[in-house]
């Protein structure tokens, strides 16, 4: 019950974000997603994390799927992006208790 991805797209417009990806990672198993700016990756992530709705293809996070089980999903992985969401008048520790506040969770 690790990640399973079949044949994601994204598209924005003309820009093809992603094109019929697809891969796993099996549990307790140390994956990585590199690429450049653009590549796709942040798309991707956001999928996998019930953020954005795939154009096509179908993903799943420990056995739920990023579609019918995204309040399941939201429940076990936390996504907090780096850019353009932390408070830059708060600390690290401040910015995490508030998005875990407001998700609530601890």
């Given at each position: 019950?690790?990640?399973?991805v079949s044949?994601?797209?994204?598209?924005y417009?003309e820009?093809?974000?992603?094109q019929?990806?697809?891969?796993e990672v099996?549990?307790?198993?140390?994956?990585?997603l590199i690429?450049?700016?653009g590549?796709?990756?942040t798309t991707?992530?956001?999928?996998?994390?019930?953020?954005?709705?795939a154009?096509?293809?179908?993903?799943?996070?420990?056995?739920?799927?990023?579609?019918?089980?995204?309040?399941?999903?939201?429940?076990?992985?936390?996504?907090?992006?780096?850019r353009f969401s932390?408070?830059?008048?708060?600390t690290?520790?401040e910015?995490?208790?508030?998005?875990?506040?407001i998700?609530?969770?601890t």
């Amino acid at each position: 019950m690790g990640i399973t991805v079949s044949n994601i797209s994204k598209s924005y417009k003309e820009v093809k974000a992603l094109q019929d990806i697809s891969f796993e990672v099996k549990p307790n198993e140390l994956f990585g997603l590199i690429g450049p700016d653009g590549a796709g990756k942040t798309t991707l992530f956001r999928i996998l994390t019930t953020l954005l709705i795939a154009d096509k293809g179908q993903a799943s996070v420990a056995g739920f799927d990023v579609l019918k089980d995204f309040k399941d999903i939201r429940k076990h992985v936390g996504y907090m992006p780096g850019r353009f969401s932390l408070y830059q008048d708060l600390t690290v520790e401040e910015n995490l208790e508030f998005f875990a506040t407001i998700f609530g969770t601890t």
